[in-house]
C-alpha cells in the first residue's frame, strides 16, 4: 500500500502479485534501479540517471518515504514506458504474465498516484 506523506486521505494498494509486474516495468523505464539488475530491452530514453529510486523502496512495506521529486519522476518514467509499449515487450517474455492492458491498467494508476502524491510531498511505502 502506498499513503500520501502529508494528505493522509489518498492512497493506492496493490496485492504483492501486482506490484511484482509493476516493479518489473518501472526497473524496464529505468524509474527504479537495482544491484546485480539490469533493464533487458533498453528502450533509448528510458535508462536510468541519478533520479532513478532504489528498487529496495518498493520491495517491503518498511515505511520508505518516495519524495516528491522521486514521485513526479516514476510519474513520468511510467507514461513514457506505457507510450513506448514497454509493458507488452516486457511481458512478451513471459509466459504466465497477466493480460498486457491490466498491466498497463496498473502503470496508469501507480503514475496517476504518483503524480498526484507528487503534489503533497510524496508518499509512504506501508
Known sequence: ????????????????WMMGYIRLIMLEAGAITAPGLEQALKVEGLEPNEQSVDMAKFQSNDGWHITAEEARFIASRLRLAVEHHVPGDTLSFLDDAPPTKDVVEWLEEFADFNERAAAHGGYLVK
Not at 500500500?1 to 504483492?16: R, T, V, Y
Request: one cysteine or more.
Open 1 to 16: 500500500m502506498f499513503e500520501f506523506k502529508k494528505a493522509p486521505h489518498d492512497w493506492c494498494n496493490f496485492n504483492g
